[in-house]
């Protein structure tokens, strides 16, 4: 729960957020892709993280010292904000957030950032200096902003995730305590038939101790501050979160109406509009006649969140997703996901394509990014295949340079599973 929090601010700021002891070191491992350019750059580098540990101690010691959020400029010259978390008077850490300019980098400017790199070698600073361009720009009114929406996530919610923390760890004592004597009064042969029984009847103990309404609670308190700050578009990023958080954890089932995993789409796309601005623009037309077809859930997403990552991100220019749908032969719906990105090979292509044996194999790091896009393929047709069987399609078309679609054909009626909600 403390990693979606820092996504959900990540998510609504555009800004990397993390939480760090009073040492400088990560308490929760951020993804690399929650860095700007400039910053992965330097906090993956030996000499760099380093130098950014440092300047993170140090601004988490000031903004103890004055109880409150700091905004001060880290060793490589960007803004950088500093809360404290302070649990029952003891500080244990801060949230860390940045990294930011407050105004569009000029001549006079870059070159106070080319002095704060003067350690690191000529090419590195040089390759920095061209990444400034990606390090969002703030003015100082709207940083004050999000350091006070940060401090009180930091006072409140971290402060309640950490009494959900001790109170998981006292029932998990409890439920030790309780298998411990069980085990005592129960002959070795019964043990074995009731263990697992116990097991899973400890597992629903603890679930349903997890109040699933406490993170809609802290998004919403997110929201009325947002509100209350008067930043509109944080707001809305954080309504259509909730709602994507709320599709997330239904525990109805994993099958729901095509309206209803559209709507999850859009809530997406609307979230990578205000993270991307102009560069990224969608449209959604699928036909009235297919919006009850019954779909697993979180089908649609992933390949939109592909053609983002994987086709128009990388083409450094604005581009354009499209959802559309339609229904064909009266009882299957075809549904499209395509983007004027980048494309790709044919052998890339083949690369991603699996068959029905859906061998996922080992991963490749060197070539993590396709492999990524892989096993998520082969995620999607492995639940499509089991509520499906081989009723349904799925078809890349791709040319490199004009763009990618994604074509799937499902039908009606299911194989199995099959109660939408059930």
């Known amino acids: 729960m403390l990693q979606e929090l820092l996504d959900v601010f990540c998510k609504v700021t555009g800004l990397y957020t993390a939480i760090q002891s009073i040492e400088g070191e990560l308490i929760v491992p951020v993804p690399p892709e929650n860095f700007c350019p400039f910053c992965r750059r330097m906090f993956f580098s030996e000499e760099g993280r380093l130098r950014?540990?440092?300047?993170g101690i140090e601004g988490a010691l000031k903004a103890f010292q004055i109880g409150g959020p700091f905004i001060y400029h880290c060793h490589a010259g960007l803004v950088d904000i500093a809360v404290p978390i302070v649990v029952e008077g003891l500080h244990v850490g801060s949230v860390v957030c940045g990294q930011i300019l407050l105004k569009t980098p000029h001549e006079r400017y870059e070159a106070r950032i080319e002095r704060c790199l003067s350690p690191f070698p000529k090419a590195f600073r040089e390759e920095q200096l061209q990444t400034l361009k990606d390090i969002p720009v703030l003015d100082l009114t709207r940083t004050k902003a999000i350091a006070r929406l940060l401090h009180t996530i930091a006072d409140k919610v971290v402060n309640l995730l950490f009494e959900n923390m001790r109170e998981k760890e006292r029932n998990a004592r409890n439920i030790q305590k309780i298998s411990e004597m069980k085990s005592m009064l129960l002959l070795e042969k019964q043990m074995k038939n009731t263990e697992?029984?116990?097991r899973e009847t400890e597992l629903k103990a603890l679930e349903a101790q997890i109040n699933p309404h406490f993170l809609y609670n802290a998004l919403d308190s997110i929201q009325w501050l947002a509100v209350l700050h008067r930043v509109e578009d944080i707001q809305a990023v954080v309504h259509a979160l909730g709602k994507i958080l709320r599709h997330s954890l239904d525990r109805k089932g994993g099958i729901v109406t095509l309206g209803e995993e559209l709507?999850?789409?859009?809530?997406?796309?609307?979230?990578?509009?205000?993270?991307?601005g102009n560069r990224i623009s969608y449209l959604i037309e699928v036909a009235p006649e297919i919006l009850n077809f019954p779909i697993p859930k979180f089908v649609l997403q992933p390949?939109?969140?592909n053609a983002i990552e994987h086709g128009i991100e990388p083409k450094g220019v604005p581009g354009t997703v499209k959802v559309?749908?339609?229904q064909e032969d009266g009882q299957?719906?075809?549904?499209?996901?395509?983007?004027d990105g980048v494309g790709m090979s044919e052998t890339l292509q083949k690369s991603l394509m699996v068959n029905k044996k859906f061998d996922d194999g080992e991963i490749n790091y060197r070539n993590y990014a396709t492999q990524r896009r892989r096993i998520g393929l082969v995620n999607i047709q492995k639940r499509m295949n089991y509520y499906y069987g081989d009723d349904y399609q799925l078809?890349?078309?791709?040319?490199?340079?004009?763009g990618t679609t994604i074509q799937l054909r499902i039908p009606f009626a299911l194989r199995r599973g099959g109660l939408i909600g059930g």
């Open 52 to 55: 950014c540990t440092k300047s």
């Open 196 to 198: 697992v029984r116990l």
């Open 263 to 276: 709507e999850h789409v859009e809530n997406y796309l609307f979230i990578q509009k205000i993270r991307y």
């Open 303 to 305: 390949l939109v969140e």
């Open 324 to 326: 559309c749908g339609w």
């Open 332 to 339: 299957k719906a075809v549904l499209e996901i395509s983007d």
């Open 395 to 402: 078809v890349i078309r791709s040319r490199k340079g004009w």
